[in-house]
């Protein structure tokens, strides 16, 4: 019996693995899965204080938890399109039953208990069923399609974070910088106005004015130094570095020609963008999707062929012996199942209904999509141009101010301006350079924000 049903159930599971393969055409994914225990191990970070843009976005787009939660996603979908491979199989078990009848008034040689058992092993397999395995195939391959997607846009979505913070990090050291100088000068100013406060050329009045701003200076670098740390910080809470790791970044010089150059058009962009973005060639794929669904609920119209088979014997009191019955009880049996659906209550022709509707969601997310690229780029293209203004002029600024400053603190050396405008020409000088850094580096970010969507890469 055991020989019989081995071979029964391999020609079952051979005729279903071929059908298999020749109902469902989808071209198999080249991906890589990892391993579960890979999604769990977080190496420590590498010893090193300075790192390069480079170095932080290869981190993060490893062990980023965002990232890591997208892979645990991608193995739940793989196991999704495993059990849309294993619907073609044949589902085979074992069943047995025992029964024990009393009869409290036997009939004359008939036994007042009888015990009575039955054992079978069945199998069955749907041949047939409008194709809806193949298509629930494609739609979970699809489906981890997307989840590819989903970790590329977690990716994308780190490489701006990353891009804007490493930039800030930047502005916020030649911020220090300049504050470092000018108390440098201011500090040279305070000396200067104390000697001639003690050679009686001003008074203490005046000198207290230049030392309250010195004061101003150095409070001003403090906290130049403080949106420094706490740039960096931010920097590590985006790559998730821990406590008492300490982290900077490499310097990055940038000319004139790299704030002031031109920008594509925002057609090319637009039309690069909308080609690579992962949100867009996940609706792409959820349009697939939607038609897969569509073609499954219509196959509820369609009949279904399966076919059964089985193995079994059984026992009862009051005949022959166990062994001897178990054997003249054996049998085999094969059939085929032809299910045709006349009337179901509508519920195949909701299904339909709502898989068509789910189609429309496509071209409403498409749309959205759109919008939200065109009004992105629209944005930094403003950025940039008004940067990219400002950034000229202020050069221009910059240079009269520093002019308007060296010649304001010459004149008060001879007491020809009072302390007020001695402050107020340094003052005006300080604003000139922070306002030119500003623009300068809002320039950059939004350059080399279109940059990325234009080409997918980013170079610092």
Not at 234 to 239: A, D, E, P, Q, S
Not at 264 to 275: D, G, K, L, T, Y
Not at 430 to 453: C, G, P, S, V, W
Request: charged letters at 20%; one cysteine or more; glycine letters at 6%.
């Amino acid at each position: 019996m055991t020989q019989r049903f081995i071979m029964f159930a391999l020609a079952v599971g051979s005729v279903a693995m071929c059908a298999a393969d020749s109902s469902v055409n989808v071209a198999a994914d080249s991906i890589s899965l990892p391993a579960p225990a890979d999604v769990a191990d977080i190496p420590a970070p590498p010893a090193k204080k300075v790192w390069t843009f480079s170095d932080c976005v290869d981190w993060a787009s490893v062990n980023s938890t965002d990232v890591r939660r997208t892979l645990l996603d991608i193995l739940q979908a793989d196991q999704d399109v495993a059990s849309a491979k294993d619907a073609y199989l044949p589902t085979v078990g074992f069943s047995t039953s025992h029964s024990f009848t009393n009869y409290p008034s036997p009939a004359s040689g008939q036994k007042g208990n009888a015990y009575g058992s039955n054992y079978g092993i069945s199998a069955n397999w749907t041949a047939w069923e409008g194709n809806v395995r193949k298509y629930r195939l494609e739609a979970s391959r699809l489906l981890l399609r997307q989840q590819y997607l989903a970790q590329e846009e977690a990716v994308k979505s780190l490489k701006l974070s990353i891009l804007q913070t490493y930039i800030n990090i930047m502005y916020a050291k030649e911020a220090v910088e300049i504050a470092e100088k000018n108390l440098e000068v201011s500090d040279s100013e305070t000396e200067r106005a104390k000697r001639l406060m003690e050679s009686g050329r001003t008074s203490k009045v005046d000198y207290a004015q230049i030392e309250s701003q010195n004061a101003q200076d150095a409070y001003s670098l403090v906290e130049a130094r403080n949106n420094l740390e706490s740039a960096r910080l931010t920097l590590k809470n985006i790559l998730q570095l821990g406590l008492g790791y300490d982290i900077d970044v490499t310097e990055a010089a940038f000319s004139d020609t790299d704030v002031l150059r031109s920008l594509p058009s925002p057609e090319s962009v637009f039309a690069a963008a909308s080609a690579w973005l992962p949100k867009f060639r996940s609706n792409e794929l959820s349009r697939d999707i939607y038609s897969a669904d569509v073609k499954a609920a219509k196959a509820g119209y369609l009949p279904t062929v399966s076919l059964q088979g089985g193995l079994n014997t059984g026992y009862s009191t009051g005949g022959a012996g166990w062994g001897s019955q178990m054997g003249h009880n054996f049998n085999e049996n094969v059939g085929v199942t032809l299910s045709v659906p006349i009337f179901d209550g509508n519920q195949t022709k909701r299904a339909v209904a709502k898989a068509r509707l789910a189609e429309l969601d496509y071209d409403i997310t498409l749309k959205s999509l759109q919008d939200d690229l065109t009004q992105t780029l629209e944005g930094l293209y403003i950025d940039s141009s008004n940067a990219q203004a400002k950034y000229i002029a202020g050069k221009s600024r910059l240079e009269a101010a520093l002019l308007t400053r060296d010649l304001t603190a010459r004149q008060f050396e001879l007491g020809l301006v009072n302390p007020l405008e001695l402050l107020t020409a340094r003052n005006n000088y300080i604003n000139a350079q922070l306002e030119l850094l500003q623009n300068k580096y809002m320039a950059i970010l939004a350059a080399k924000t279109l940059d990325y969507y234009a080409t997918r890469e980013i170079s610092l």
